[in-house]
């Protein structure tokens, strides 16, 4: 099965470790799912936060998350969790039954153990980093945003002889790798007399470029391939002050994929104990599982989450320490 899930470790800027696997849709999930695609469905939730555990089958240090402080601060067994702490399976979610992380940690608060979550204690992704959530519709180019410059009201009559630089890409590649990779491409204005003569005068000297005007008449640039793999950048040249264009880089997307992203930084604390001070958890933290629940909990206490948790991922054991961060990429697909 393609995995979906992408997790990688850097300690103090270094890849350590790299975990990546498939979900499975618990049962909420798929009572989820079949809501949000049945006509005329009022389903109005959706999948907000992102939730990390020392649980489930792949926990591989039971030294450390069995024996205190873990075993005091996150103890296993604890309802509706009643297992030895390390038996939920993504692989087999229903024997246990899988409704919640099996030991949540906190993202940020105290160390008491479960039962007694005081005020002000954080359980999940809250509020969403920057980049947490990118929707895709299906299908798309790599589309610029809007030039600032209205082609039709205000048509720049100084192009004649300037230049705008580009690169396009149709294969995966990134942008940023040096030519012949992502090869730069230069257009030469040639006395255009409208904004049809600059779309036209676009799309003839880079062909896999094509051109429009947006909502205020401003230039946007798209790609003429669809789809993750195809990339485009504007470059700069000396017509871009004319155009009202920044540089920039963009990418198509996926048909039908929803994208989460987060980062929890041992350096910078993101769950209690790491970070200075360092707390109770000086050898670190055995992450093991992880999941995405809907947007309706208290996220200053609710750590059972119940109802709320729609997929679930266990993986081999990341110790994550005060000197280490972990990103994770989440890929669902409908």
């Known amino acids: 099965m393609t995995p979906n899930v992408f997790i990688t470790v850097r300690e103090n800027g270094r890849v350590t470790a790299r975990r990546s696997g498939h979900n499975t849709w618990v049962d909420q999930g798929r009572e989820y799912l079949a809501q949000l695609v049945t006509l005329g469905s009022t389903e109005e939730r959706g999948i907000k936060h992102i939730a990390f555990g020392i649980g489930g089958v792949k926990q591989g240090m039971p030294y450390i998350a069995d024996a205190p402080p873990m075993s005091v601060a996150y103890p296993s067994g604890f309802p509706p969790a009643t297992t030895n702490g390390h038996q939920y399976n993504h692989s087999f979610p229903i024997n246990p039954l899988i409704e919640t992380l099996e030991r949540p940690v906190r993202i940020s608060g105290n160390s008491q153990p479960y039962g007694f979550p005081p005020v002000g204690d954080i359980w999940f992704t809250q509020p969403p980093p920057l980049g947490f959530l990118q929707t895709f519709t299906p299908d798309e180019p790599a589309q610029t945003t809007q030039g600032s410059v209205n082609l039709i009201t205000s048509f720049p009559t100084t192009l004649d002889g300037k230049t705008l630089i580009l690169k396009v890409l149709d294969d995966g590649s990134q942008l940023d790798?040096?030519?012949p990779t992502a090869k730069e491409q230069t257009i030469t204005f040639s006395s255009p007399a409208d904004a049809a003569a600059v779309i036209s005068q676009i799309e003839t000297q880079v062909p896999g470029v094509n051109a429009e005007l947006g909502t205020f008449n401003g230039l946007i640039l798209l790609s003429t391939a669809v789809g993750t793999k195809a990339k485009l950048a504007i470059v700069g040249g000396t017509a871009m002050t004319d155009l009202g264009l920044t540089t920039q880089k963009v990418a198509g997307s996926t048909p039908g994929e929803t994208i989460f992203r987060t980062v929890v930084s041992g350096v910078a604390g993101d769950i209690v104990g790491l970070g200075p001070p360092n707390g109770p958890f000086t050898t670190g933290v055995p992450l093991s599982e992880v999941g995405l629940f809907l947007c309706g909990l208290d996220v200053t206490a609710d750590f059972y989450s119940l109802g709320h948790?729609?997929?679930?991922?266990?993986?081999?054991?990341?110790?994550?320490?005060?000197?280490?961060?972990?990103?994770?990429?989440?890929?669902?697909?409908?």
């Open 177 to 179: 790798l040096p030519t």
């Open 309 to 334: 948790l729609v997929a679930y991922y266990t993986f081999d054991t990341i110790l994550l320490t005060p000197s280490c961060e972990m990103e994770l990429f989440w890929l669902v697909r409908f």
